[in-house]
Protein backbone atom coordinates (compact mmCIF):
# COMPACT_ATOMS: atom_id res chain seq x y z
CA UNK A 1 0.00 0.00 0.00
CA UNK A 2 0.79 3.78 -0.60
CA UNK A 3 0.35 6.19 2.16
CA UNK A 4 -2.80 8.87 1.31
CA UNK A 5 -1.74 11.77 0.33
CA UNK A 6 -2.65 13.34 3.27
CA UNK A 7 0.27 11.08 5.21
CA UNK A 8 2.62 10.87 2.58
CA UNK A 9 4.33 13.93 3.90
CA UNK A 10 6.00 11.77 6.80
CA UNK A 11 7.41 8.96 4.79
CA UNK A 12 10.53 10.79 4.62
CA UNK A 13 10.93 11.76 8.31
CA UNK A 14 10.09 8.31 8.99
CA UNK A 15 12.82 7.17 6.66
CA UNK A 16 15.52 9.35 8.08
CA UNK A 17 14.79 8.39 11.89
CA UNK A 18 14.80 4.62 11.28
CA UNK A 19 18.61 4.66 8.81
CA UNK A 20 19.71 7.55 11.14
CA UNK A 21 18.67 6.34 14.05
CA UNK A 22 18.69 2.75 14.45
CA UNK A 23 22.22 3.58 12.74
CA UNK A 24 23.25 5.30 15.60
CA UNK A 25 22.18 2.90 18.15
CA UNK A 26 24.97 0.81 17.94
CA UNK A 27 27.73 3.09 19.06
CA UNK A 28 24.94 4.22 21.83
CA UNK A 29 24.91 0.85 23.07
CA UNK A 30 28.82 0.35 23.16
CA UNK A 31 29.17 4.18 25.29
CA UNK A 32 26.19 2.42 27.53
CA UNK A 33 28.30 -0.58 28.10
CA UNK A 34 31.30 0.87 29.00
CA UNK A 35 30.37 1.22 32.87
CA UNK A 36 26.53 -0.30 32.68
CA UNK A 37 26.21 -4.14 32.83
CA UNK A 38 25.24 -5.49 29.34
CA UNK A 39 22.05 -7.12 29.98
CA UNK A 40 21.07 -5.53 33.00
CA UNK A 41 21.22 -2.24 30.75
CA UNK A 42 19.21 -3.95 28.26
CA UNK A 43 16.22 -5.32 30.29
CA UNK A 44 15.60 -1.79 32.24
CA UNK A 45 15.59 -0.35 28.53
CA UNK A 46 12.93 -2.84 27.29
CA UNK A 47 10.89 -3.33 30.28
CA UNK A 48 10.45 0.62 30.70
CA UNK A 49 9.46 0.85 27.41
CA UNK A 50 7.31 -1.83 27.00
CA UNK A 51 5.33 -0.56 30.08
CA UNK A 52 5.29 2.99 28.30
CA UNK A 53 4.03 1.65 25.43
CA UNK A 54 0.90 -0.42 27.06
CA UNK A 55 0.14 2.50 29.01
CA UNK A 56 0.17 4.89 26.13
CA UNK A 57 -1.79 2.40 23.90
CA UNK A 58 -4.25 1.28 26.91
CA UNK A 59 -5.08 5.29 27.51
CA UNK A 60 -5.74 5.63 23.35
CA UNK A 61 -8.42 2.52 24.10
CA UNK A 62 -6.22 -0.34 22.31
CA UNK A 63 -7.67 -3.83 24.03
CA UNK A 64 -5.59 -4.87 26.96
CA UNK A 65 -3.66 -8.25 25.35
CA UNK A 66 -5.28 -11.23 26.85
CA UNK A 67 -3.00 -13.77 29.24
CA UNK A 68 -2.56 -16.04 25.87
CA UNK A 69 -1.49 -13.26 23.62
CA UNK A 70 1.19 -12.46 26.94
CA UNK A 71 2.27 -16.01 27.11
CA UNK A 72 2.71 -16.25 22.92
CA UNK A 73 4.68 -13.18 23.48
CA UNK A 74 7.32 -14.44 25.65
CA UNK A 75 9.21 -16.97 23.54
CA UNK A 76 9.10 -14.33 21.26
CA UNK A 77 10.21 -11.61 23.48
CA UNK A 78 13.42 -14.08 24.19
CA UNK A 79 14.83 -14.94 21.23
CA UNK A 80 14.33 -11.22 19.81
CA UNK A 81 15.21 -9.28 23.10
CA UNK A 82 17.37 -11.56 25.25
CA UNK A 83 19.05 -13.54 22.50
CA UNK A 84 18.75 -11.02 19.55
CA UNK A 85 19.42 -7.66 21.52
CA UNK A 86 21.32 -8.80 24.68
CA UNK A 87 23.72 -11.23 22.97
CA UNK A 88 24.70 -7.50 21.02
CA UNK A 89 25.72 -5.34 24.67
CA UNK A 90 27.56 -8.08 25.65
CA UNK A 91 29.58 -8.82 22.67
CA UNK A 92 30.15 -4.59 22.52
CA UNK A 93 31.91 -4.54 25.35
CA UNK A 94 34.97 -6.67 22.70
CA UNK A 95 33.98 -5.73 19.89
CA UNK A 96 33.25 -2.57 17.81
CA UNK A 97 30.17 -1.04 17.58
CA UNK A 98 30.40 -0.65 13.59
CA UNK A 99 31.42 -4.48 13.39
CA UNK A 100 28.53 -5.30 15.24
CA UNK A 101 25.84 -3.61 13.48
CA UNK A 102 28.04 -5.18 9.88
CA UNK A 103 27.18 -8.75 11.16
CA UNK A 104 23.15 -7.68 12.17
CA UNK A 105 23.26 -6.55 8.99
CA UNK A 106 22.73 -9.86 8.38
CA UNK A 107 19.26 -10.61 10.37
CA UNK A 108 17.32 -10.26 6.58
CA UNK A 109 19.93 -13.08 5.00
CA UNK A 110 19.44 -15.30 8.11
CA UNK A 111 15.34 -14.72 7.76
CA UNK A 112 15.45 -16.03 3.97
CA UNK A 113 17.30 -18.59 5.03
CA UNK A 114 15.27 -19.92 7.54
CA UNK A 115 12.27 -19.51 5.10
CA UNK A 116 11.63 -22.91 4.76
CA UNK A 117 11.28 -23.89 8.14
CA UNK A 118 8.38 -21.70 8.33
CA UNK A 119 7.03 -22.47 5.10
CA UNK A 120 8.57 -19.97 2.57
CA UNK A 121 10.09 -21.04 0.18
CA UNK A 122 13.61 -18.94 -0.63
CA UNK A 123 14.09 -17.35 -4.40
CA UNK A 124 17.29 -17.91 -6.70
CA UNK A 125 17.56 -14.40 -6.31
CA UNK A 126 17.44 -14.52 -2.46
CA UNK A 127 20.00 -17.62 -2.72
CA UNK A 128 22.39 -15.52 -4.06
CA UNK A 129 21.83 -12.65 -1.72
CA UNK A 130 22.46 -15.32 1.42
CA UNK A 131 25.82 -16.43 -0.51
CA UNK A 132 26.62 -12.90 -1.21
CA UNK A 133 26.09 -11.92 2.46
CA UNK A 134 27.59 -14.67 4.40
CA UNK A 135 30.78 -14.13 2.45
CA UNK A 136 30.67 -11.09 3.57
CA UNK A 137 31.16 -12.08 7.15
CA UNK A 138 33.64 -14.79 6.19
CA UNK A 139 35.71 -11.62 4.51
CA UNK A 140 34.74 -9.38 8.23
CA UNK A 141 35.97 -12.50 10.54
CA UNK A 142 39.28 -13.13 8.70
CA UNK A 143 40.78 -10.14 8.78
CA UNK A 144 38.85 -7.76 11.94
CA UNK A 145 38.71 -7.95 15.40
CA UNK A 146 36.12 -11.08 15.31
CA UNK A 147 39.56 -13.53 14.98
CA UNK A 148 41.13 -11.66 17.66
CA UNK A 149 37.92 -12.19 19.82
CA UNK A 150 36.40 -15.33 18.63
CA UNK A 151 33.82 -16.18 21.96
CA UNK A 152 32.66 -12.74 21.36
CA UNK A 153 32.49 -13.07 17.56
CA UNK A 154 30.42 -16.53 18.05
CA UNK A 155 28.42 -14.45 20.62
CA UNK A 156 27.45 -11.56 18.30
CA UNK A 157 26.77 -14.42 15.33
CA UNK A 158 23.54 -15.55 17.41
CA UNK A 159 21.91 -12.01 17.57
CA UNK A 160 20.88 -11.72 13.66
CA UNK A 161 19.92 -15.26 13.99
CA UNK A 162 17.94 -15.53 16.78
CA UNK A 163 16.16 -11.87 15.53
CA UNK A 164 15.41 -13.62 12.46
CA UNK A 165 13.54 -16.52 14.22
CA UNK A 166 11.75 -14.44 16.36
CA UNK A 167 10.60 -12.36 13.81
CA UNK A 168 9.51 -15.62 11.43
CA UNK A 169 7.82 -16.94 14.76
CA UNK A 170 5.80 -13.64 15.62
CA UNK A 171 4.42 -13.90 11.96
CA UNK A 172 3.15 -17.11 12.89
CA UNK A 173 1.74 -16.59 15.77
CA UNK A 174 -1.87 -15.09 16.90
CA UNK A 175 0.24 -12.10 18.89
CA UNK A 176 -1.38 -8.28 19.59
CA UNK A 177 -1.43 -6.37 16.53
CA UNK A 178 0.65 -3.08 15.71
CA UNK A 179 2.58 -1.87 18.68
CA UNK A 180 0.61 -3.43 21.10
CA UNK A 181 2.70 -6.51 20.12
CA UNK A 182 6.20 -4.73 19.94
CA UNK A 183 4.48 -3.59 23.71
CA UNK A 184 3.98 -6.85 24.64
CA UNK A 185 7.55 -8.63 23.49
CA UNK A 186 9.42 -5.78 24.81
CA UNK A 187 8.25 -5.84 28.40
CA UNK A 188 8.60 -9.99 28.35
CA UNK A 189 11.79 -9.97 26.91
CA UNK A 190 12.84 -7.36 28.88
CA UNK A 191 11.97 -9.14 32.29
CA UNK A 192 13.43 -12.66 30.90
CA UNK A 193 16.67 -10.65 30.73
CA UNK A 194 16.75 -9.49 34.12
CA UNK A 195 16.35 -12.63 34.81
CA UNK A 196 19.81 -13.61 33.12
CA UNK A 197 21.10 -10.41 34.42
CA UNK A 198 20.44 -11.89 37.43
CA UNK A 199 21.78 -15.37 36.84
CA UNK A 200 24.84 -13.45 35.59
CA UNK A 201 25.43 -11.89 39.09
CA UNK A 202 25.11 -8.07 37.27
CA UNK A 203 25.11 -5.37 39.78
CA UNK A 204 24.29 -1.19 39.33
CA UNK A 205 27.71 0.35 38.90
CA UNK A 206 28.57 2.84 42.10
CA UNK A 207 29.22 6.06 39.47
CA UNK A 208 27.60 5.95 36.06
CA UNK A 209 29.03 8.60 33.38
CA UNK A 210 27.54 11.14 32.02
CA UNK A 211 27.44 10.23 28.25
CA UNK A 212 26.78 6.61 29.73
CA UNK A 213 23.91 7.20 31.11
CA UNK A 214 22.63 9.68 28.22
CA UNK A 215 23.21 6.78 25.70
CA UNK A 216 21.11 4.70 27.67
CA UNK A 217 18.47 7.54 27.97
CA UNK A 218 19.30 7.77 23.57
CA UNK A 219 18.58 4.12 23.42
CA UNK A 220 15.42 4.06 25.42
CA UNK A 221 13.76 7.56 23.69
CA UNK A 222 15.15 7.22 20.15
CA UNK A 223 16.30 3.90 19.80
CA UNK A 224 13.18 2.28 21.00
CA UNK A 225 10.04 4.53 21.21
CA UNK A 226 10.92 7.09 18.00
CA UNK A 227 12.16 4.81 15.55
CA UNK A 228 10.38 1.97 16.60
CA UNK A 229 6.94 4.54 15.65
CA UNK A 230 8.21 5.53 12.97
CA UNK A 231 8.91 1.94 11.37
CA UNK A 232 5.15 0.73 12.40
CA UNK A 233 4.40 3.61 10.54
CA UNK A 234 6.37 2.99 7.73
CA UNK A 235 4.91 -0.80 7.70
CA UNK A 236 1.63 0.56 6.99
CA UNK A 237 2.01 3.77 4.96
CA UNK A 238 4.83 1.91 2.16
CA UNK A 239 5.38 -1.22 0.44
CA UNK A 240 7.50 -3.83 2.39
CA UNK A 241 10.51 -2.90 0.78
CA UNK A 242 10.76 0.84 1.51
CA UNK A 243 9.72 -0.26 5.56
CA UNK A 244 12.57 -2.50 5.54
CA UNK A 245 15.40 -0.90 3.78
CA UNK A 246 16.94 0.33 6.61
CA UNK A 247 18.13 -2.94 6.98
CA UNK A 248 20.48 -2.28 4.54
CA UNK A 249 21.47 1.13 5.36
CA UNK A 250 22.32 1.24 8.99
CA UNK A 251 25.20 -1.05 9.13
CA UNK A 252 27.19 1.72 6.26
CA UNK A 253 25.52 4.51 8.61
CA UNK A 254 27.07 2.22 11.90
CA UNK A 255 30.45 2.01 10.80
CA UNK A 256 30.72 5.47 9.63
CA UNK A 257 29.79 6.27 13.05
CA UNK A 258 31.73 4.90 14.74
CA UNK A 259 34.64 5.55 12.67
CA UNK A 260 33.88 9.24 13.27
CA UNK A 261 32.65 9.70 16.57
CA UNK A 262 33.81 6.33 18.17
CA UNK A 263 37.47 6.46 17.09
CA UNK A 264 36.74 3.01 15.66
CA UNK A 265 39.48 1.75 13.11
CA UNK A 266 37.83 0.45 9.72
CA UNK A 267 39.82 -1.56 7.38
CA UNK A 268 39.51 -2.86 4.23
CA UNK A 269 38.33 -5.97 5.42
CA UNK A 270 35.33 -3.78 7.03
CA UNK A 271 34.66 -1.83 3.88
CA UNK A 272 34.57 -5.29 1.56
CA UNK A 273 32.18 -6.59 4.11
CA UNK A 274 29.77 -4.09 4.34
CA UNK A 275 29.57 -3.80 0.17
CA UNK A 276 28.57 -7.46 -0.02
CA UNK A 277 26.67 -7.38 2.82
CA UNK A 278 24.55 -4.39 2.23
CA UNK A 279 24.05 -5.25 -1.42
CA UNK A 280 23.26 -8.95 -0.65
CA UNK A 281 20.60 -7.23 1.94
CA UNK A 282 19.01 -5.04 -1.19
CA UNK A 283 18.58 -8.02 -3.08
CA UNK A 284 16.59 -9.83 -1.00
CA UNK A 285 14.44 -6.98 0.62
CA UNK A 286 14.05 -6.06 -2.69
CA UNK A 287 13.29 -9.13 -4.15
CA UNK A 288 10.45 -10.03 -2.48
CA UNK A 289 6.97 -10.12 -4.01
CA UNK A 290 4.79 -7.53 -3.28
CA UNK A 291 2.36 -10.51 -2.09
CA UNK A 292 5.11 -11.25 0.73
CA UNK A 293 4.37 -10.05 3.80
CA UNK A 294 7.46 -7.88 5.80
CA UNK A 295 9.14 -9.52 8.77
CA UNK A 296 8.01 -7.62 11.62
CA UNK A 297 10.83 -6.71 12.82
CA UNK A 298 13.30 -3.81 14.08
CA UNK A 299 17.01 -3.78 14.81
CA UNK A 300 18.62 -5.92 17.35
CA UNK A 301 20.53 -3.33 18.49
Known sequence: ???????????????????????????AMRVAVEALPPFMMASVRFVLVGLVLLTFLKVRGAAWPTPKEWLLSLPVGVLMFVLGNGTVALAE??????????????????????GPLFGER???????????????????????????????????????IAWAAGSMLSRKLPLPKGL??????????????????????????EHIPLKVGLSWVYLCIFGSLVAYSAYTYLLRATRPAVATSYSYVNPAIAVAMGALLGNESVGPEVIVAVVLIVGATAMVVMGRTPSTPATRSSSPS
Not at 137 to 155: D, N
Open 93 to 114: KHISSGIAAVVCGTMPLCAAAM
Open 1 to 27: MSAPASESRFVVPALAAVYVIWGSTYL
Open 180 to 205: MSAATQMTTGGFAMAFVSLAAGERVP
Open 122 to 160: ATPREWGGLIAGFAGVAVLGFGSELRAEPLYAAILCVAP
